[in-house]
């Protein structure tokens, strides 16, 4: 397993001349998940979208190993790096593995059909997100939690080393978020996908992140392991909030209790 | 561990499936093309027709009239097909097809210009219908995405657009018809009426380069369906692909429409038809080119032998296309966009 070290030199990066990302700099763990923390529009989908080539960056770069994305091969790139968008639509009527199967593009050559690497990825992908009974139906009457299910088996069929995903479980009740999570942690463990995930729940971030990277107006403004960014201090700098943080009971990751302007503080310590 | 045949069981199925309706719209298509050879004023029968074919004998009615005119219902229909079944295809909208949107009318201003005003030659006439049809796609374009893109402001816009130049064709063909209503009513709807020989080679032979490239690009035509992020990040280089995929079709249609006139409907319905008859799982370039040949052959037939009067073929394939295109807005309308 070779590492594949991603990283942003000096990302200046926005839409027009409007810009969003304001200089950051940072390397991807490999092999590792990452979550980045931070308000909403602090650039967080901005900076995803720089990684994974979506919007080209007004200065800096992003490099893979050290060489420039802008030097490799389109198709190199997409055997290294995936992504799960933050909205993912698909064609009308298309069956859930009509669409995994559209991840090997990467791989496809002129002319031939599907070989049988291209079929043995699909499926692995279709199993590791368990969608496999679900082969024939229609996208469109799956539920949420199922269709961002194959949104992401079709990024995992596309076999990359590193893969990005936008609120992967934004619109999810609580047991889906844990289930999708949970999914995606094993294939972290067990195929040593390098993941780096945007998330909105401070407490999953810290259950399942190994390391976390805190932005704010398009900056990075801190990173490291869970235990160090979810500090009261810390989580008052990104989100202007005030909290409590406690251990959570079971994982014995640090857990934030948000504190309202009506609670009554006395109890406190 | 789960059987590998059934979760693609339906892949595979629906590739043999594929296979036999391209094969059984082959052989309507041998079919139309016997039966537009044959029938007539005056009939053949197949054998002679083979005869004169082979043996080119001076046959005038074969060679001079029934042979252009199959070859041009072919090669148009493959034309206009192949042109709307990409923009419906790029736009993830069948009403995105360039005959609803502008681009087609845009090419075909530039035509009936060229041909009733100043009586360029067809080799200039397509060349300037291709340039119209890219400045008016352009134009378009340019016209929906002032305040931020989207494919249905792209298509209200085109729609308004191409009004505007069915006004204009509208306009032109009054000035011009005090003298030549035949060739006129070609700019209408289409027509197959008068094809010679001449304009038909270089036709043929830009048909078969699209259709070609359009299968060396039906992979990243494939991925670009998921849209655009989708595409770039499974590593299609999207700008050239696209630019490229709408300058075929643009091609196609102005090459076409200098031949035949703006066959209605042709390009609309070919691409939903053979989708409809394949799996979505195939990029339906070549059961949409064989669906508009057979659309064309076939809607002049109709017109041309089983009508109290001769119709041209534009006008019984648009009779096929308006009730699709209500049934589409009806649709897209209580989905709540178009
Ligand atoms: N496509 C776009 N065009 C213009 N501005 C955008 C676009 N997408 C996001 N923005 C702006 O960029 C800023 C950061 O957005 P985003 O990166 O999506 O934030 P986050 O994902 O952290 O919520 C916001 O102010 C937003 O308005
Ligand atoms: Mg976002």
Redesign the pocket.
């Known amino acids: 397993m070779n590492d594949n070290i991603l990283k942003a030199n000096d990302i200046v990066a926005?839409?027009?001349d409007?810009t969003?990302i304001d200089g950051i700099n940072l390397k991807i763990p490999a092999h590792k998940i990452s979550v980045i923390l931070?308000?909403?529009?602090?650039?967080?989908?901005?900076?995803?979208?720089t990684f994974c080539r979506l919007l080209t960056p007004h200065s800096g770069s992003i490099a893979l190993n050290d060489k420039s994305l802008q030097e490799m091969k389109n198709k190199d790139i997409a055997k290294s790096i995936g992504l799960l968008p933050?909205n993912s639509i698909a064609p009308e009527g298309i069956t859930v593995a009509e669409l995994v199967t559209r991840g090997r593009f990467p791989y496809r050559k002129f002319m031939c059909s599907l070989t049988t690497e291209d079929y043995a990825a699909v499926k692995e992908a279709m199993e590791a997100m368990k969608i496999c009974d679900l082969a024939d139906r229609s996208i469109d009457e799956l539920s949420g939690g199922q269709r961002q299910r194959v949104f992401i088996a079709l990024a995992l069929a596309q076999q990359t080393d590193i893969l990005f995903l936008?609120?992967p479980t934004t619109f999810l009740d609580i047991a889906y978020q844990i289930e999708i999570l949970d999914l995606l942690k094993e294939l972290n463990r067990k195929k040593k996908t390098t993941i780096v995930m945007?998330l909105h729940d401070i407490n999953l971030s810290s259950k399942y992140a190994d390391y976390i990277f805190a932005?704010k107006n398009?900056m990075l403004i801190k990173e490291g392991i869970p235990s160090d960014i979810i500090t009261s201090q810390t989580i008052e700098e990104i989100y202007g909030l005030k909290s409590v943080v406690i251990t959570d009971p079971v994982s014995c990751s640090p857990m934030i209790i948000p504190i309202s302007s009506h609670d009554d503080l006395t109890n406190v310590s | 561990m789960i059987d590998n045949s059934k979760i693609f069981a339906n892949i595979k199925s629906h590739r043999i499936k594929y296979k036999i309706i391209l094969t059984i719209m082959a052989i309507i298509l041998l079919i139309l093309v016997c039966l537009n050879m044959t029938i007539g004023e005056k009939n053949y029968s197949l054998m002679e027709v083979i005869h004169t074919l082979l043996s080119s004998e001076n046959n005038y009615i074969i060679m001079k009239l029934r042979l252009p005119r199959t070859l041009a219902g072919i090669f148009c229909g493959i034309a206009f097909a192949i042109a709307g079944n990409t923009f419906q295809t790029l736009l993830g909208n069948p009403l995105a097809s360039p005959d609803i949107i502008g681009v087609s009318s845009g090419s075909t201003v530039a035509a009936v210009f060229c041909i009733l005003f100043l009586n360029l030659n067809r080799g200039l006439v397509s060349f300037v219908a291709v340039l119209a049809g890219a400045v008016s796609a352009l134009l378009i374009y340019k016209l929906a995405s002032k305040d931020?893109y989207s494919t249905n402001r792209l298509i209200l816009t085109g729609i308004g657009a191409q009004a505007f130049f069915s006004a204009l064709i509208n306009w032109m063909i009054k000035k011009a018809s005090e003298y030549d209503v035949p060739t006129a009513m070609r700019w209408m709807s289409g027509n197959l009426n008068g094809i010679t020989t001449d304009t038909l080679p270089l036709l043929i032979v830009i048909v078969l380069l699209a259709l070609i490239t359009m299968t060396y690009l039906s992979n990243s035509l494939q991925a670009l369906e998921l849209g655009e992020n989708y595409a770039t990040v499974l590593g299609v280089n999207v700008d050239v692909t696209r630019s490229l995929l709408i300058l075929i079709s643009v091609v196609l249609i102005a090459f076409a429409t200098a031949i035949s006139g703006p066959i209605s409907s042709i390009a609309f319905l070919s691409g939903p038809i053979a989708g409809r008859l394949c799996s979505k799982n195939q990029i339906n370039t070549i059961p949409a080119a064989l669906t508009g040949a057979i659309l064309v052959l076939a809607g002049d037939f109709i017109g041309q032998n089983l009508l109290p009067t001769r119709y041209p073929v534009g006008i019984i394939t648009g009779i096929l296309g308006a009730p699709y295109l209500v049934y589409l807005l009806i649709k897209q309308n209580k989905g709540g966009s178009i």
């Open positions: 926005g839409y027009g409007n969003i931070g308000s909403n529009g602090s650039g967080k989908s901005t900076m995803l979208k933050q936008d609120e945007v932005m398009g | 931020g």
